[in-house]
Nanobody, 124 residues
Framework: QVHLVESGGGLAQPGGSLKLSCAAS????????MSWARHIPGKGLVPVAG????????WYADNMKGRFTISRDNGKNTLYLQIDRLNVMDTALYYC?????????????????WGQGTQVTVSS
């Protein structure tokens, strides 16, 4: 059974940084593209970034480029999201997601979330 556990969120000040982690189990992590998405009340689930199974390529949503860095460590079955220069608009519940079988990894809508998410709150 797929199990994704997000962590690393919390309260941060504008201009600061956070590094989110997602521990994966229940499937062969290195076989699947992974992504991050965030849920903002009133806006739903918004894609943030994705990464190929071997980590050799990534995509970012148009308005996420520059401050977000997705990475993975297949040896640790862990996905990461570095967020720099935080602003209040980054306040959201962040989820990691696994690509569906046979998915086009470049399509942000072909991922499924399995965890509870980690809350990021940016406030001064």
């Amino acid at each position: 059974q797929v199990h994704l556990v997000e962590s690393g969120g919390g309260l941060a000040q504008p201009g600061g940084s956070l590094k989110l982690s997602c521990a994966a189990s229940g499937f062969i992590f290195s076989d699947y593209a992974m992504s991050w998405a965030r849920h903002i009340p009133g806006k739903g689930l918004v894609p943030v970034a994705g990464i190929l199974a071997d980590g050799s390529d990534v995509w970012y949503a148009d308005n996420m480029k520059g401050r977000f860095t997705i990475s993975r460590d297949n040896g640790k079955n862990t996905l990461y999201l570095q967020i720099d220069r935080l602003n209040v608009m980054d306040t959201a519940l962040y989820y990691c997601a696994k690509a569906r079988d046979g998915a086009n990894w470049l399509n942000p809508h072909e991922y499924e979330t399995w965890g509870q998410g980690t809350q990021v709150t940016v406030s001064s």
